[in-house]
């Protein structure tokens, strides 16, 4: 398992960096992250696995609404004509 959490970290690293930083939840994290090591800690498979999905999913959901409250604030204009030529001569 170790290998495999190993794995998914490094998969994973740019976009844990960028929920952290923009949604500014260092302190919650390193929190959540002491929870999850006193867990494994137990040597109790089922009950690291339960708290890794948890954690997962709340992260996800945390980044999701942040996202989503972004688009609603900034939203995206859609492209001009212009700018759709443009990237077609080049080749986009």
Not at 10 to 21: F, G, K, P, Q, W
Not at 32 to 58: F, G, M, Y
Request: aromatic content about 6%; hydrophobic content about 30%.
């Amino acid at each position: 398992m170790l290998s495999f959490l190993k794995t998914l970290n490094i998969n994973c690293d740019r976009y844990t960096r960028l929920h952290l930083v923009f949604t500014r939840a260092l302190h919650r994290a390193g929190q959540a992250h002491r929870e999850l090591l006193q867990v494994c800690r137990t040597r109790d498979p089922e009950q690291a696995s339960a708290a890794l999905w948890k954690h997962i999913n709340e992260a996800g959901e945390s980044l999701r609404e942040f996202i989503k409250s972004r688009r609603e604030r900034h939203p995206m204009t859609e492209p001009t004509q212009k700018s759709r030529e443009r990237s077609r001569s080049n080749g986009k």
